[in-house]
């Protein structure tokens, strides 16, 4: 069973950074695709960055409109970690974030059998 442990999480203040990690237990890491979401208190869980798999389009990326110009998402295969590096962080950003494996190589997650990690947390405050 593939598993996907998150670390990174913290308090931030406004303006800061953060680089959440997610390392995965699983085979072949670098032929699927990873992603992040979010999800705050009350709302429902976001989409926040994608990266594909290496055997379709390696290194291509896609990203939330409200994270675009301040969020990276990068890959480590050698490691089977994927990152998240946050710049520019706001009060926004509060939330739970969660490691996805798709099953695909392409950034595709609205499917069945998407793994899901545990979480951590973000916290920016004012």
């Known amino acids: 069973q593939v598993q996907l442990v998150e670390s990174g999480g913290g308090l931030v203040q406004t303006g800061g950074s953060l680089r959440l990690s997610c390392a995965s237990s699983g085979r072949a890491f670098s032929s699927f695709a990873m992603g992040w979401f979010r999800q705050a208190p009350g709302k429902e869980r976001e989409f926040v960055a994608g990266i594909a798999g290496i055997s379709w389009r390696g290194g291509t990326t896609r990203y939330a409109d409200s994270v675009k110009g301040r969020f990276t998402i990068s890959r480590d295969n050698a490691k089977n970690t994927v990152y998240l590096q946050m710049n520019g962080l706001n009060p926004d950003d509060t939330a739970i974030y969660y490691c996805?494996?798709?099953?695909?190589?392409?950034?595709?997650?609205?499917?069945?059998?998407?793994?899901w990690g545990q979480g951590t947390q973000v916290t920016v405050s004012s």
């Open positions: 996805a494996r798709s099953p695909y190589g392409t950034i595709d997650f609205n499917v069945g059998n998407v793994v």
